[in-house]
């Protein structure tokens, strides 16, 4: 069964630092590239960055170029994101996914990002 449990969301101060994990089941990270996504509430679901499937390229959007770090561990099936210098808007749902069609969703992990 393919699951993906992200955690590691939380509150933190403006200017703060949080890492994200993202536990993969039922699939292999090696195998895929794997995608970053937030989402505020009401809002579309905002492409944060991607690791490639080799693991060695990484892309990030605009929004969070320069402030974000996305790496996986291959032999503990995770991926993780970290994001440094937050801002307010940054207050997102973060999940992770297969860089695949149909996207497969988590419960995604809470990070909200006080002034």
């Known amino acids: 069964q393919v699951q993906l449990v992200e955690s590691g969301g939380g509150v933190v101060e403006a200017g703060g630092s949080l890492r994200l994990s993202c536990v993969v089941s039922g699939r292999n990270v090696s195998d895929y590239s794997m995608d970053w996504f937030r989402r505020a509430p009401g809002k579309e679901r905002e492409w944060v960055g991607q690791i490639s499937r080799s693991g060695g390229v990484t892309h990030d959007a605009d929004s969070v170029k320069g402030r974000l770090t996305i790496s996986r561990d291959v032999a503990k099936n995770r991926v993780y994101l970290q994001m440094n210098s937050l801002r307010p808007d940054d207050t997102d749902v973060y999940y992770c996914?297969?860089?695949?069609?149909?996207?497969?969703w988590g419960q995604g992990t809470q990070v909200t990002v006080s002034s």
């Open positions: 996914t297969f860089a695949i069609l149909p996207p497969f």
